[in-house]
């Protein structure tokens, strides 16, 4: 990985830019269009999306739930308040999480949520790695995994929106898209918030197809980059399926010459992991640890739809291994000029 400086990717955001509730409607957004190789930005609506694809391209979409992952409780016996947000699921009962604060929730710990007990849920604590990141095993009283824990986290978890959204969310279904289906991630592929079944059938209609996989997302898309360089930066693991139709519809597509149009960043790495180096996306189940960075040779992404990302993360380089740093830079720089809303429940950019 070339030793670029994480400052590069840098940006000044005044706070008020921040969007702090979703709109009334999902696909009242703006739209920002950003042709890579002109240069040139067009300012539109989200309604406006089927103006610039076409018969034959394939939109493909992330189906990822969240899930309830954000858990509340103490250490047993009586101790003091911890946190746990819930990551991947390692097998059966066993979960990577994040634990704060991470120096008292040690390997040994047990914590409790909800009162514990028989019908509350408990955490074993079984190791520690970096990061605050905690192994743990989830249980409710003698019951084994299945069930009774997925219950327990749906009782008790709390939807975990990201920090820099201060307002309660008063509907926890619009921290979810239109399609989402799998359960399994800490947060949600915002890019994707944009999308109602009315839009996906006018596209349908127009002879756009759509594929859906999956990627849960955890701290490899949403953990910050720390390091001075890129090289730095370690990625985290996150597990996706591709299904056997999802892998035909986009191999069909561009067998047939039209474009893959991956809705959000984790549907952009979950194509480049899935896919050799022709670009035909392989069916199946992994983990991915991809970090695309400047210089990354895309074979399986034609074009990009997403939000406007935070400063200094890995989301925002890979949209400038995309379309360009300088270009993608000076797209925020008029976004923020023309006060477009960012991050989660933000507006949108398309990048062809």
Known sequence: MERLRADLFDYQLPPELIAQEPLPER??????VLHRESGEIEHRRFTDIAAYLEAGDCLVLNDTRVIPARLLGVRAPGGGPVELLLLRRLGGDRWEALARPGKRVRPGAVLEFGGGGAQGLCAAVLGAEPDSRRV?????????????????????????????????LQDPERYQTAYARHEGSAAAPTAGFHFTPRILDRLRAGGVTTAFLTLHVGLGTFRPIRSATLDGHVMHAEDYEVTPEAAAAVNACRAGGGRT????????????????????????????????????????????????????????????????????????????????????????????
């Open 27 to 32: 696909d009242a957004s703006r739209l920002m």
């Open 136 to 168: 743990v095993r989830l249980y409710v009283g003698d019951a084994g995994p299945g069930p009774a824990v997925a219950a327990a986290i749906a009782r008790l978890g709390r939807m975990p929106t990201p920090p820099y959204i201060r307002r309660q």
């Open 261 to 352: 149009v991956a809705v959000g960043t984790t549907a952009v790495r979950t194509l480049e992991s899935a896919s050799d180096e022709r670009g035909i996306l392989k069916p199946g189940a992994g983990a991915t640890d991809l970090f695309i960075v400047p210089g990354h040779r895309f074979r399986a992404v034609d074009a990009m739809l997403t939000n406007f990302h935070l400063p200094r993360s890995t989301l925002l380089v890979l949209v400038c291994a995309f379309a360009g740093r300088e270009r993608v830079l000076a797209a925020y720089d008029e976004a923020v000029a023309r006060r477009y809303r960012f991050y989660s429940f933000g507006d949108a950019m398309l990048v062809l």
